[in-house]
């Protein structure tokens, strides 16, 4: 039920009103919710189940995917096209370990099989996660916005004008510059002692030196996600369902190339449905699942390696050996701060960008490790605490240069694909991580740190085995991992799922991400990243849904001029 919030105060209310505000009572205190959440505005949606009642028509777009690129672009396409959004999760509203900051790690502690967050351990031995929830993973990340990097742009050949209205438009929705935390500003004075300078102030751009960004978390501590940017687009043209596992791609296969025509999607009771778009070559499924999503839907649906599809009894469409390839993910190595007493919890504020290939970033009051969520009893409640005392300064790669791969496991699309990583297989990415877990050795020696940890003095051997000794993944232990910090680096490897790659552009994709070799077939998420963007993806990845729709906007607009005036969808040079 939507939460509900009273218009008048109480020495407003009449006699006669009391019967209605007793009831409205009893409403809220079954229903209660967060006043942020009360006031923001909510898009439409509705349960997969519910498509046998709606009206059979074909769409110009199908979007696979309701997360951080998904929920931009099919709002955007929304204002000229008639669009559905597939989501295989369920709704990010009323859920409190979505909402609420401090139940961040709580969040993902929770992994059951209709649960925001699916779990998958990598073929390296590295636990990640993946969303499953209306807004992707807006909805269990930590929160930090920050753009990419100027070279990043230019390297995509994208319109920095667009890009930078792209962006502004997510930002007047969901982005919020917040006053940073004791934590963070404590931490903050460590990157400016050991040399991470200059100092840039509160900034969404990407710039050498210290600074504090932005967050999809307001200043009470609520997340809005991009779930919330649906609210943007026109709700007549625009039909989003949740619970709807997107199994299969649809393809007409008589002509000479195959094209996309549908999807068949399972809904919340196992019951498989088609949904279609319209017969003509402007309108496009596209794939906006994720860098693990996206290829796995394309395998499934018959586009990837023959040789591998085969093996799995799945139709061939195309031959495709480079999808599922080049997949990597930023390595992440942590020190461990500790602290007497238990930390206020903060997700990152602040951020180093060094020159050494590598961030740095700090977070409070949460564990590395699920083990220091504990059970403890409210009353007649249970519900899970955090015990741990401290926080965590952490590196990650840019980059990286390390590739891996996806393959299938199986045909169901609710498994989670083989997923190989590869973390350090560049000399080069260790090399960036050896100087990245020095500087933090540093960063935890200087004032202000010191002062957090109570003024107590850890030799280097010692924070390196806290780390060590959290079991952050199920690589086997040397041994000398305390001693020798390219071991700490290969043994201690963690993720903050910054995942990308599988469909690359120029491999599988072409440079307006059509897929290759297929009709009426795009993809729209990191999975065509060659690197992550910036020091967090987030802000580019929603950035990409919005750029995306206003250019295919601008570009049916074009082609539909051109058909006016020359008779066919082409330019008067090209007649």
Request: hydrophobic share 35%; proline share 5%.
């Amino acid at each position: 039920m939507a939460c509900v919030t009273v218009g008048r105060t109480l020495t407003a209310w009449k006699k006669d009103d009391l019967f209605l505000f007793r009831f409205i009572f009893i409403l809220v205190s079954l229903y209660p919710c967060n006043f942020s959440q009360a006031n923001n505005k909510q898009p439409n949606f509705r349960n997969a189940s519910s498509f046998s009642t709606m009206p059979n028509l074909p769409y110009d777009y199908i979007v696979v995917g309701g997360g951080t690129a998904g929920c931009p672009l099919a709002a955007t396409l929304s204002e000229k096209f008639r669009v559905l959004v597939l989501e295989r999760g369920g709704s990010p509203y009323g859920n409190a370990n979505i909402s609420r900051l401090e139940n961040y790690d709580i969040n993902l502690a929770h992994s059951t099989p209709t649960s925001p967050v699916q779990r998958f351990l990598s073929t390296d031995g590295v636990f990640n996660h993946r969303a499953r929830v209306l807004g992707g993973n807006t909805c269990i990340n930590g929160g930090f916005y920050s753009r990419a990097q100027p070279s990043f742009v230019r390297n995509a050949g994208w319109d920095e004008v667009l890009v930078n209205e792209s962006y502004k438009w997510v930002e007047d929705k969901i982005v919020f510059l917040n006053p940073a935390a004791p934590w963070q500003s404590a931490v903050k004075d460590g990157f400016l002692e050991v040399g991470v300078t200059p100092f840039n102030g509160y900034t969404y751009q990407h710039i050498n030196g210290t600074k504090f960004g932005g967050s999809i978390f307001d200043n009470n501590g609520f997340r809005h996600t991009a779930a919330d940017l649906l609210a943007a687009g026109n709700p007549r043209n625009l039909d989003v369902l949740i619970y709807a596992n997107a199994e299969k791609i649809i393809f007409d296969t008589k002509g000479t190339n195959s094209k996309a025509i549908g999807v068949i999607f399972i809904d919340e009771n196992d019951n498989r449905h088609e949904a279609f778009i319209k017969a003509d070559e402007r309108s496009e499924v596209i794939l906006t699942s994720g860098a693990i999503g996206t290829p796995q839907l394309l395998l499934l649906s018959g586009v990837g390696p023959e040789e591998d599809l085969r093996k799995m009894n799945i139709t061939v469409i195309l031959n495709n050996e480079h999808v599922g390839k080049e997949m990597a993910d930023v390595p992440s190595n942590n020190i461990q701060i500790p602290t007497p007493e238990p930390q206020k919890k903060t997700l990152a504020q602040v951020v180093g960008i060094t020159t050494e290939g590598f961030y740095v970033e700090t977070i409070s009051g949460i564990s590395q490790n699920n083990d220091s969520i504990v059970t403890v009893k409210n009353g007649n409640m249970s519900e899970l605490k955090e015990v741990f005392r401290g926080g965590s300064i952490h590196k990650k790669i840019i980059g990286p240069l390390s590739k891996g791969n996806l393959s299938l496991i199986n045909t169901n699309v609710t498994s989670n694909p083989a997923v190989t990583f590869n973390y350090y297989a560049e000399p080069e990415d260790l090399r960036r991580c050896v100087t990245g877990v020095s500087l933090l050795l540093k960063i935890a020696k200087t004032r202000p740190v010191i002062e957090l940890m109570g003024n107590l003095s850890y030799t280097d051997e010692m924070l390196l085995n806290m780390s060590v000794n959290l079991f952050p993944n199920l690589i086997p232990k040397s041994g000398n991992e305390t001693k020798s910090l390219p071991e700490f680096c290969k043994r201690t490897v963690t993720t903050l799922w910054h995942y990308h790659g599988g469909c690359i552009v120029g491999k599988v994709v072409d440079k307006d991400y059509k897929i290759i070799g297929v009709g009426n077939l795009r993809v729209g998420d990191s999975s065509l990243f060659v690197e992550s963007p910036g020091t967090n993806p987030q802000a580019t990845v929603m950035m990409l849904g919005r750029m995306m729709g206003v250019k295919m906007i601008t570009e049916r607009g074009r082609l539909a001029r051109d058909h006016m005036l020359y008779g066919h969808e082409g330019s008067a040079s090209s007649k």
